[in-house]
Structures are given as structure tokens and as C-alpha cells.
């Protein structure tokens, strides 16, 4: 094993062009186009919104349906356009950052 500071300049590697390192050897780095999970994130996000929603309206349904509508539900469903809408403004400037870089 290599000593810890082996690879650190005179300078205590604080100097502004020192890398990040080497890549491991049959690794191409592609800093323009980083590998993600994006997709992933989104497919898994926009699915539980769906099941979320569901089950929000079906708890509502249900009791309005047994007359026991109260306030916690009230709050359940502010809770649910909140998250709507905090999620919407997520995707949304997500899809303005792609565009930039692209």
C-alpha cells in the first residue's frame, strides 16, 4: 500500500491545478457527460407519486363516504398539493439545467 501522502505537492496539495487523481486503469473519465442515476430517480419518484395520490384519494373517498371527514385529512390533502407542487418545481428546473448544458 502507497504512503497517504505520496501524491501531495510541495505545496501540501493546495496548488489550483492539482487533479483529482488518476482514473483506475481501463477507465476513461467523461467530465462532460458524467454517468447518472437520473432516470432511475425520476421513474422512481414519479411513481410513487402516483401510488400517493391514489391512496390519498381512495382515504378520501372512503371517508367521505362514511361521513368521518376531519381535519387530519383536511391536512393530508394540503400535504399531498404541497407535494405536488414542490415535486413539479423540482422536475421543472431539472429540465432547465439539461437544457443548459446541452
Known amino acids: 500500500m502507497a504512503p497517504i501522502n505520496e501524491n501531495i505537492g510541495s505545496d501540501g496539495g493546495n496548488?489550483?491545478?492539482?487533479?483529482?487523481?488518476?482514473?483506475?486503469?481501463?477507465?476513461?473519465?467523461?467530465l462532460d457527460n458524467p454517468p447518472?442515476?437520473?432516470?432511475?430517480?425520476?421513474t422512481v419518484i414519479i411513481v410513487a407519486i402516483i401510488l400517493i395520490s391514489i391512496l390519498v384519494l381512495l382515504r378520501?373517498?372512503?371517508?367521505?363516504?362514511?361521513?368521518?371527514?376531519t381535519f387530519a385529512d383536511i391536512l393530508g390533502l394540503i400535504a399531498l398539493v404541497y407535494l405536488l407542487h414542490s415535486e413539479w418545481s423540482i422536475f421543472s428546473q431539472s429540465a432547465?439545467?439539461?437544457?443548459c448544458y446541452n
Open 15 to 30: 496548488s489550483s491545478d492539482d487533479s483529482a487523481g488518476q482514473p483506475p486503469p481501463g477507465v476513461t473519465p467523461d
Open 36 to 42: 447518472n442515476q437520473n432516470s432511475l430517480v425520476r
Open 60 to 69: 378520501g373517498y372512503g371517508r367521505l363516504r362514511m361521513k368521518k371527514f
Open 96 to 99: 432547465r439545467i439539461l437544457t
